[in-house]
């Protein structure tokens, strides 16, 4: 299955020859891809309870299995797999043996609602949004907290509540010199940009475009990519520079390959790939 991106063409985003590619299809609900140091590309199938891995080869595998109903997931600096596993309402961190550390739970001895996505700075601090989305597996049916947020995580087991300004908070990525965050809301149509202070602390919010999305990713020039209704790619100043076509409705998209130059999409039952002229961060 191939289609052929013709809103990118003039931008330059990637090439005449490019085709968006179907990797696999049969999933239930795939979500959360991240990409690790070798460029291998990690994605969750969070209705079936699995973490899937692509790798640079093209070869798809399960990586783990009972995966804590793993959504968002992102890699830091040591390698660690840091997932929203929202079976339990918690953020874990996997290592490469499979071991899982489980980092939070809670805010202020109140459970999460369900921690949904995730981004690591460059300084380790993780930043990661909680929605309330009611999953079947749940036994409650409303959530402990009154309000849906974004916080951070830090090395000390700090969890702090940075923004609780949301009708319903989502994707999430920051820059890679850790100078700006994003953040979603997908529920009002909007993504924020924040300032990274030295201790993790976010200031000078602001409306970067109106458009939510449920995740996103950043390429080295600094172009934003938001999902929903296929793929839309705004730059630095928020404005929009390209669309990708995909039969599905979007739901996250990551950088992987060799050389960062693949686009990896997942799109409900299916996962795509799409070769760009345009690098993601490493």
């Given amino acids: 299955m191939a289609q052929q991106a013709d809103s990118l063409i003039t931008h330059g985003i990637t090439d005449t020859s490019a085709q968006l590619k179907l990797v696999k299809d049969g999933f239930r609900f795939t979500e959360g ?23 640079i080869k093209g070869e798809l595998t399960i990586f783990m299995e009972n995966a804590g109903r793993a959504n968002g997931l992102f890699f830091d600096k040591k390698g660690n ?10 953020l874990w961190r996997i290592q490469k043996n499979g071991k899982v550390e489980k980092l939070v739970n809670n805010y202020q001895d109140t459970l999460l609602n369900g921690p949904n996505d995730v981004w690591v700075a460059p300084t380790g601090v993780i930043y990661f949004t909680d929605p309330y ?35 319903r908070p989502n994707g999430i990525i920051g820059t890679p010199d850790g100078k700006y965050l994003y953040v979603a809301d997908i529920d009002d149509n909007k993504t924020y940009q924040y300032t990274i202070q030295k ?84």
Avoid at 147 to 157: F, R
């Fill in 199 to 282: 201790d993790g602390s976010l200031t000078n919010k602001t409306l970067f475009v109106a458009q939510g999305s449920d995740g996103m990713t950043i390429d080295r020039a600094g172009n934003l990519y938001l999902t929903g209704n296929g793929i839309t790619v705004y730059n630095t100043r928020g404005e929009k520079i390209a669309h990708i076509p995909v039969p599905n409705r979007t739901s996250n998209v990551c950088f992987g390959g060799k050389q960062r130059d693949l686009l990896f999409i997942t799109a409900r039952d299916k996962v795509f790939t799409l070769k760009m002229n345009v690098k993601g961060v490493k």
């Fill in 33 to 55: 891809p991240a990409v690790d140091r070798e460029g291998n590309i990690y994605f969750t199938d969070q209705p079936n309870n699995r973490i899937w891995k692509y790798d």
């Fill in 81 to 90: 797999l840091i997932a929203c596993a929202d079976e339990h309402d918690e």
């Fill in 133 to 167: 989305y009611q999953r079947d597996y749940w036994k409650r049916t409303s959530p402990d907290l009154k309000v849906e947020a974004l916080y951070s995580y830090q090395e000390n087991g700090k969890v702090t509540r940075l923004d609780a300004n949301f009708k």
